[in-house]
C-alpha cells in the first residue's frame, strides 16, 4: 500500500525552527519528486517547495526562500522540510505529496499522492 506519513509538526515561538519529515511506504522515494505544501485556514493550499527526482534540484516559493530548506535520505526513505526563522504567517497543515516524474513544481494537480498533513502552529 502506497502511503506518506508527515511528522514533526507542532507549536513554535517566531523565530524558531522544527523540520518536518515525510516517509513513505510501499514505495521508494528517491524515484518520485517530493513537494510540500500548506493549507491555512481559510485559505486555499499553497505549494511551498519541492525537491526533484534524478537530480534532487529543488525549489523554493518566494515567501520561504532563505529559511527553508528541503532535502532527502533515500536510506530512510524519507524527506525532509527544515523550517528555520518561522513567522506567524507559516502557521498551516502542511503536507507531502509525491509524483514519479521530474520538474513538477509545486503545482497541485501533478502530484499523485498526499500524506495526512502535519500542523504547524507559529504563535509567542
Known amino acids: 500500500q502506497v502511503q506518506l506519513v508527515e511528522s514533526g509538526g507542532g507549536l513554535v515561538h517566531p523565530g524558531g525552527s522544527l523540520r518536518l519529515s515525510c516517509t513513505a511506504s510501499g514505495f521508494n522515494l528517491d524515484y518520485f519528486s517530493i513537494g510540500w505544501f500548506r493549507q491555512a485556514p481559510g485559505k486555499e493550499r499553497e505549494g511551498v517547495s519541492c525537491i526533484n527526482n534524478s537530480d534532487d534540484s529543488t525549489y523554493y516559493e518566494d515567501s520561504v526562500k532563505g529559511r527553508f530548506i528541503i532535502s532527502r535520505d533515500n536510506i530512510k526513505n524519507t524527506v525532509y522540510l527544515q523550517m528555520n526563522s518561522l513567522k506567524p504567517e507559516d502557521t498551516a497543515v502542511y503536507y507531502c505529496?509525491?509524483?514519479?516524474?521530474w520538474g513538477p513544481g509545486v503545482s497541485d494537480p501533478e502530484y499523485d499522492f498526499w500524506g495526512q498533513g502535519t500542523q504547524v502552529t507559529v504563535s509567542s
Open positions: 505529496a509525491a509524483v514519479a516524474h
